[in-house]
């Protein structure tokens, strides 16, 4: 494994990569949701929905985008896991803001995770998965996170 502060600064970089595929997704902005992930990325969307490649990931959103108003994330890292030097995982809970509105749809909380690899001595995007959080039975949950998330708006 890397010393400390490599390690800290391989995180640094993975946040900045997540960060780089939500700001794409927020500008709606397929080529930049797209450009942080691997040739054979994987995304795993809300929906159960699989895009398997970047070139497919680009097609797809790019036809969401220009077919639906998606509404913008907001989001806040949990952890970032170092697996090794080349491997990595990030936890993140995410919420939406439809448009024409100012406050978070809770029906719209998720999970996000992502698995990093460094490729050629730069982290990409191998997998992001977005899992709702539902919290069924547990409405109690429900609030916590969307309180949460709101406190970042």
């Known amino acids: 494994m890397n010393s400390p502060n490599s390690q800290s600064l391989d995180k640094k970089q993975i946040e900045a990569l997540y960060q780089q595929f939500l700001d794409g997704w ?3 902005d397929a080529e930049a949701l797209a450009a942080p992930c691997t040739e054979d990325a ?3 969307g809300f ?3 699989q895009n398997i490649g970047r070139a497919e990931i680009l097609a797809t ?3 969401i985008f220009a077919d639906h108003i998606t509404a913008p994330y907001v989001s806040k890292v949990r952890e970032v896991r170092l697996l090794n030097s080349d491997a990595a995982i990030l936890r993140a809970i995410v919420g939406m803001v439809p448009p024409g509105q100012v406050d978070i749809a809770p029906a719209l909380n998720a999970i996000q995770t992502i698995v990093a690899a460094r490729v050629d001595g730069t982290w990409r995007i191998a ?3 977005t899992t709702p959080a539902q ?3 547990r409405p109690e949950l429900v609030k916590q996170l ?3 998330l709101r406190q970042l708006l």
């Open 146 to 148: 969307t309180d949460e």
């Open 42 to 44: 994987v995304l795993i």
């Open 135 to 137: 919290f069924h039975g």
């Open 61 to 63: 959103l790019s036809q």
């Open 26 to 28: 927020n500008s709606r």
């Open 127 to 129: 997998l992001i998965q």
């Open 47 to 49: 929906d159960g929905s």
